[in-house]
């Protein structure tokens, strides 16, 4: 029997995972260089080199709780890899049985006359084991199986992780933007509040007229307004980070958008680099493989199973002959081929086939959504790079044309104060902007990190 199963084996039931071949070339669309360098592999440390932030995500890489569930998910994966190892193993099993059995002496066909003792004791101690050979590599490829799932769960949490470090920054930097932005409404409120009192003033020289001092006042109050909203978004974002930190909401220590600085070279990579640096896509992958060797599995339920169980011990009537010639034991082996099953085995391996489409399906996804997030950050830091220039100029100019007409309202009829909010409205939006402007470079360099699988290693 043994021989037989042996050489039917040699068939190869079982099949050999290898990658399939993906499209990676073109991802970055259009990268600006080829090299092999990439910022994955810098540690995020030196990514963020601000003090406080490297503090913040520290800590949160400490304390998040999706990360500390992530970790979990490998202690359950670890477990359930060591279970499909032991199962190529024999199991053994002891057991001490006392049974006394009181036998109906109407029941028993003897003739009369006979005396039977119709209550009887036995005692018995015993061994068993069990094992499967692992004919056809099922045990094997479900080994593998395990195997993928446990280090897909590893992958998914460096996934998380990687996000964490991104979501902190990210968050760190809105902060950062938002008290610039606060700054720069109260400096413009103030500037507002004594333009409406010089007003009053010119109003009383005649040379302004009532409708401009209420402009004045509706520009400064448009301006206060603005004020609130700003300090609502400081506090929800705040109340964001808090969240990440595991912490309950509180304020965040932070420092200044200006003492921000960007890394001086954002190397992306090959698009094959993707498959060594993306946990989500080393993820899918893995997913892939557990997916392969579940089919394999699928495949070996077609195949006669062998089975082999063995048992022993000792068995008496009475306590005082356990260890007198009271040994027993019995081998058998057995093969098992199915036959009919109510098509169970078909639609096993059915199933076990789409799932592994779908894994392959979600793999090539994950490695075009990788693709485009390190296209759209590439792009978003070279267009909040483009703007900086634009948007110097552009502050200067609206500031030289606020003085301009202020001058001119002072000492010229050719102009009116609805010039003078014009100019002052455009300056303060742009100044906002040009905060954007920073926050989105900022944020366009955490995204890329991101993009390209950094902040694990």
Do not use: H
């Amino acid at each position: 029997m043994l021989a037989s199963v042996s050489l039917f084996s040699a068939c190869g039931i079982t099949k050999t995972y290898k990658r399939p071949d993906v499209q990676v070339e073109g991802l970055y669309r259009d990268p600006a260089n080829a090299d092999s360098l990439t910022m994955a592999t810098m540690p995020w440390q030196s990514v963020f080199q601000d003090i406080k932030l490297q503090a913040l995500i520290q800590r949160g890489l400490e304390r998040n709780l999706n990360l500390k569930n992530a970790i979990e998910n490998i202690v359950q994966a670890q477990a359930t890899l060591r279970q499909s190892k032991l199962a190529l193993l024999p199991s053994l099993n002891a057991s001490a049985e006392y049974t006394r059995a009181k036998q109906s002496q109407a029941g028993l066909n003897f003739p009369a006359g006979i005396n039977i003792n119709t209550l009887t004791n036995t005692y018995r101690l015993s061994l068993s084991t069990t094992w499967e050979a692992d004919v056809w590599g099922k045990l094997s490829s479900a080994k593998r199986s395990a195997l993928a799932s446990y280090l897909s769960t590893d992958a998914a949490k460096r996934a998380i992780q990687t996000q964490l470090i991104a979501d902190i920054a990210n968050n760190y930097f809105r902060l950062l933007a938002l008290d610039q932005q606060l700054a720069i409404t109260r400096e413009t409120l103030k500037s507002r509040i004594a333009n409406t009192e010089a007003l009053k003033l010119l109003k009383e020289s005649a040379v302004v007229n009532g409708a401009a001092v209420v402009q004045s006042e509706a520009s400064r109050y448009a301006t206060e307004v603005t004020i609130p909203d700003l300090n609502q978004d400081i506090r929800e974002t705040e109340n964001a980070l808090s969240i990440l930190l595991a912490q309950a909401p509180g304020p965040i220590d932070r420092s200044t958008l200006a003492e921000q600085r960007s890394p001086a070279d954002l190397a992306i990579g090959v698009p094959a680099q993707l498959l060594q640096n993306r946990p989500d896509v080393q993820q899918s992958e893995y997913a892939l493989r557990a997916a392969f060797e579940n089919t394999n599995v699928a495949r070996t339920y077609f195949y006669p199973s062998l089975t082999l169980t063995a048992s022993g011990g000792l068995s008496a009537l009475q306590l005082k002959d356990i260890f007198d010639k009271s040994i027993f034991y019995n081998i058998v082996g057995g093969l098992t081929q199915p036959i009919f099953n109510q098509g169970l085995n078909r639609q096993r391996l059915a199933t076990a086939q789409s799932l592994q489409a779908q894994a392959l399906n979600n793999f090539q996804q994950s490695l075009l959504v990788a693709g485009q997030e390190v296209s759209d950050a590439l792009y978003a830091y070279q267009a909040a790079t483009d703007k900086t220039d634009a948007r110097t100029k552009q502050i200067e100019a609206l500031k030289k044309a606020v003085d301009f007409t202020q001058e001119l309202l002072r000492y010229s009829s050719a102009t009116n104060y609805t010039d003078v909010l014009t100019s002052e409205q455009s300056l303060l939006a742009a100044q906002l902007n040009g905060v954007s402007d920073r926050l989105q470079k900022l944020q366009a360099v955490v995204n890329l990190y991101r993009a390209l699988g950094g902040g694990w290693k």
